[in-house]
Every structure is written in structure tokens, then in C-alpha cells.
């Protein structure tokens, strides 16, 4: 009985301890953003009545992550992020709830000589510059991509020409992402490999 005693004390620690993924520094990080952030920043997630999916459940569960990765966008890299975007999508056109991308929208503006240029330089300029820093502040949300019904992230880029409004959103695998971040892909092979949307909602490619 005494044996039993003993190996049940010295098992359930070890199995706790295996249990326990380590948190990573960039996500203690966004952690911590979320504890200084204040109840300012939750202007910019999805409001929970809007969902109608089973992100309602991950945004709840990781409702502080959340809003620290809207103050380190907005503090930190200065973006604009659009009212009630950040939070968990479905690609409509598939119809299929079960898989989530966490994401967001941005206000941004294209440089003068885009203004004049195609649709597709602007989106494909505007992708290649803030597509690399949003990868990075949202990913580092470790936990949320760790659930299977995770699959990767998306992210809306909206922007104004002659008074018009433009969008381009690309939905990015996290395969992808991770292969990206140990630069085993390009920035133009995250491009060329995922699903990229138009202001009309259309799938084209831009290179």
C-alpha cells in the first residue's frame, strides 16, 4: 500500500510537468501587453453576438491574448486596426465552420505612386508590407494555434483610392507560417501558396 502511495506521488507530478506545454517569450509578451491594455482595446475585437461559428468558444478562452495583440499592433508597430476585426474566421466560401483562422483588418494607406498603379500592385505592395510583421505579433499567440481547430490566419488590408474603397485578405496555413518563420519559405511563397481575396471576394493571384 505504501509502494502504491509512493509511485502515485512521484507519477502524477512527472505527468503534470509533461502536461505543461513552456510558455515562449513572445507569448508572455502578448500576455503582458493584455495586462496593461485596458478595456480600450476591446473597441477593437469581434463582438461575441457577431460570431456564428465556434469561435465564439476560442475567443472566449483566449479573450486576453486577444486583446494584447490589438495593443501591441496599435502601441508597438502603429497600424490601424478596424473596429471589432481581431478575433476568429471561417472561409465562407467553403462553408466550413470547423475550421478557424484568427485574424484581423487594418486601415492602411497606399504610398502616392501606388495610387495611380493596378489594383494588383497595391494589393500585392500592401501585402508585402505588413503581411511579415502581422504573421509575426499573431503567431506568437502559441497557445490558440496549438488547437486543432486553429488552422492559421487571416489577415484584411482595406484601404481608399479616389474615394473608393479596396480590400485585399490573405488566408495563410499555419504550416506555412511555421515554415516561414524558420525562412524554409519566402514572403512570395506565402503569397503564391495561400488564398488571397479580393474587394469583391474574388480568389485571384497576384504574381
Known amino acids: 500500500m505504501k509502494t502504491a502511495r509512493i509511485f502515485i506521488f ?3 507530478p512527472v505527468l503534470f510537468l509533461i502536461g505543461c506545454r513552456t510558455m515562449s517569450e513572445r507569448e508572455k509578451t502578448i500576455l503582458a501587453y493584455s495586462e496593461s491594455s485596458g478595456d480600450s482595446y476591446d473597441q477593437y475585437l469581434i463582438k461575441q453576438k457577431q460570431y456564428t ?3 465564439v468558444v476560442f475567443h472566449k478562452r483566449y479573450y486576453k491574448y486577444l486583446r494584447g495583440v490589438a495593443k501591441m499592433i496599435i502601441d508597438e508597430k502603429k497600424y490601424h486596426i478596424v473596429r471589432n476585426s481581431i478575433g476568429f474566421y471561417y472561409d465562407k466560401k467553403s462553408h466550413d465552420k470547423s475550421k478557424l483562422y484568427l485574424g484581423l483588418d487594418l486601415d492602411v494607406e497606399p504610398d502616392s505612386e501606388l495610387v495611380v498603379s493596378k489594383y494588383g500592385n497595391r494589393a500585392l505592395s500592401l501585402l508585402k508590407k505588413y503581411t511579415p510583421e502581422l504573421l509575426k505579433v499573431v503567431f506568437s499567440c ?10 492559421g490566419i487571416v489577415i484584411g488590408l482595406r484601404w481608399k483610392v479616389y474615394g473608393e474603397a479596396e480590400v485585399v485578405n490573405i488566408w495563410v496555413d499555419k504550416k506555412d507560417i511555421i515554415r516561414f518563420e524558420k525562412t524554409e519559405l519566402s514572403l512570395s511563397e506565402i503569397i503564391d501558396r495561400n488564398v488571397i481575396t479580393d474587394t469583391n471576394g474574388k480568389v485571384i493571384r497576384l504574381q
Do not use: A, M, Q, T
Open 53 to 55: 461559428s465556434s469561435g
Open 10 to 12: 512521484v507519477i502524477l
Open 142 to 151: 502559441e497557445s490558440i494555434f496549438s488547437e486543432d481547430d486553429v488552422v
